[in-house]
């Protein structure tokens, strides 16, 4: 006989409480295996792939996309003996065919069909199911107790009334001018002699192929404004409606896939649209919020001349070794800054309130603030201090690819030490960043601009470009965080300096 397994949302990350679905890849009816992916979901930043822990064939699914479900929640069913023999049938006439027991009706999934002897996922569709569910018509005001062999007959009745004379997807509006059955002049009356319905008072007119085209799009004939003669809403009018209402791609990004007003919806006179704070966006909020109003922020800044620095990444582009990777001046600002924290590795530590205590970390997972299309995510290269240039500069190439492609794994995202923002990609000069929550400090690196600066007493056009270090005062100094700031300026201004300090 059938055998129903739910899979529960599980803790794809370290911690993690809930989850987004994004996309089912499975439908119910489907035929699955193990390791079959079911689901896409997003959460701590991150699209995860859920692979389907049996074989079987889906019967439900008990989430939708954009749902936000809490881990150990049931999101699909999955019927892993599709092919067992189902129970006999009850003999005519025999009572307990109305009331089963309890245990076998647990899972719900018999009694939502008419006649009870179909299975979920064969045979009669969902949809008939559920309307099934909301037939009974009885006034919520007056519920008397009925036992469950009255429920069961009540349940098959309407399933085969629903059948046998399904009810209008949308019943006409009452006339308020008329208080009994339908009059000749009621709106009903109108409806059926196919001309404009208008209803009672307030409501729009309109002819039943133009009142199904607004069922169809989601429009509120009340809302649309009525060119028709007479104040008939037109084919034209719904149309026109619509377009107006539909999220509109005010804002674009480079390679960016989802414009960041599409999820929203647009009021009626299209001056505003609300997108739902969810995902990446709702996450990294709450991490600002927490972060801002939990670690007192200190930032210094430093102006500099980056013109060896510049000279080098021109070098490395043309070395043999690093032909596979793409040189930029981030890398040689990590490396400077990986150099940086093992002469001061108290800058890479962490504040924990619960314990109060600060815990110093003896390895480097170096945080890299990239700019999505979900939104801003920060995932770090791990046990970056143990790498080489050539190193450094692939796992920095790899995390970026994931990162703009929505490939990153929790793991990625997760016990980062320390973190740069690199804003200069945008032209900015530098800014105040906050802190990546869990990290006592991070480093803004701006846009490198020609300009005049002053060189062995002259002035001559150089690279310059300024940096900005923020750090939670509890556990840095002034002086701590000035040091720091000041040998990556030593390493970008001369970066044979490294070989003196590596």
């Known amino acids: ?18 989850a987004e679905i994004v996309e089912w890849h499975v439908a119910p009816g489907d035929a699955v295996t193990v390791n079959q992916v079911l689901v896409e979901i997003e959460t701590a930043k991150s699209l995860v792939e859920l692979p389907s822990p049996w074989a079987g064939v889906v019967t439900r699914l008990l989430a939708t996309p954009g749902d936000t479900v809490p881990v ?12 067992g023999a189902a129970p006999a049938d009850p003999a ?5 065919a109305a009331a089963p027991a309890g245990p076998a009706k647990a ?18 569709s969902p949809a008939t199911s559920r309307r099934a569910r909301v037939a009974p018509a009885a006034s919520s005001s007056a519920v008397a107790p009925v036992s469950s062999a009255a429920i069961t007959a009540a349940s098959s009745s309407a399933a085969t009334a629903a059948v046998a004379a399904p009810a209008p997807a949308r019943p006409p509006a009452p006339d308020s001018s008329v208080a009994g059955p339908s009059a000749p002049g009621s709106s009903a009356a109108r409806a059926s002699s196919g001309g404009a319905v208008g209803g009672g008072s307030g409501h729009a007119l309109a002819k039943p192929p133009v009142r199904k085209l607004a069922r169809d799009l989601g429009v509120d004939l009340d809302g649309v404004a009525a060119t028709g003669p007479g104040g008939i809403v037109t084919r034209e009018d719904v149309l026109e ?6 999220a509109k791609e005010l804002a674009t990004y480079p390679e960016d896939d989802q414009p960041w007003l599409a999820s929203g919806t647009v009021s009626a006179d299209g001056r505003q649209t609300r997108v739902p704070v969810r995902s990446v966006r709702k996450r990294t909020a709450e991490a600002m919020v ?29 070395d043999r070794e690093f032909a596979d990777v793409r040189v930029t001046p981030l890398l040689i600002t990590a490396k400077a800054l990986l150099l940086a924290v093992r002469r001061h590795p108290e800058i890479n530590a962490s504040w924990d309130e619960a314990t109060q205590e600060i815990v110093y ?25 143990r790498l080489s240039l050539l190193g450094l500069a692939r796992g920095l190439a790899e995390l970026t690819a994931n990162a703009r492609a929505g490939r990153m794994s929790p793991a990625e995202m997760a016990d980062g030490t320390i973190t740069i923002t690199n804003v200069g990609v945008f032209g900015i000069d530098t800014g105040t960043p906050i802190l990546n929550p869990g990290e006592a400090a991070i480093l803004a690196f701006g846009a490198i601009r020609q300009q005049p600066w ?29 040091r720091v700031l000041a040998d990556i300026t030593a390493i970008l201004q001369d970066p044979a300096q490294a070989l003196v300090w590596g």
């Open 107 to 124: 899972s719900g999934a018999e009694a939502d069909e008419p006649g009870g002897a179909v299975l979920v996922g064969y045979g009669t």
């Open 72 to 83: 150990g929640t049931p999101i699909v069913e999955i019927d892993t003996d599709p092919t």
């Open 454 to 482: 002053v060189h062995k007493g002259k002035i001559k056009p150089r690279y310059v470009t300024q940096l900005a270090l923020s750090f939670d005062h509890r556990l840095v100094d002034g002086e701590l965080g000035s």
């Open 361 to 385: 970390k003896h390895y480097v997972n170096l945080g890299i603030a990239a700019a999505t299309p979900r939104g801003l995510v920060v995932p770090n290269v791990k046990d970056a201090h």
């Open 1 to 18: 006989m059938p055998v129903m397994q739910q899979f529960l949302l599980p803790d794809a990350g370290e911690g993690l409480t809930e």
């Open 241 to 246: 409606h619509a377009a107006r209402a539909q």
């Open 92 to 96: 005519p006439g025999d009572g307990s």
């Open 290 to 318: 927490t972060s801002a109003f939990t670690a007192p922020h200190v930032t210094v800044f430093q102006t500099l001349d980056v013109t060896r620095t510049m000279k080098l990444v021109e070098k490395l582009r043309a």
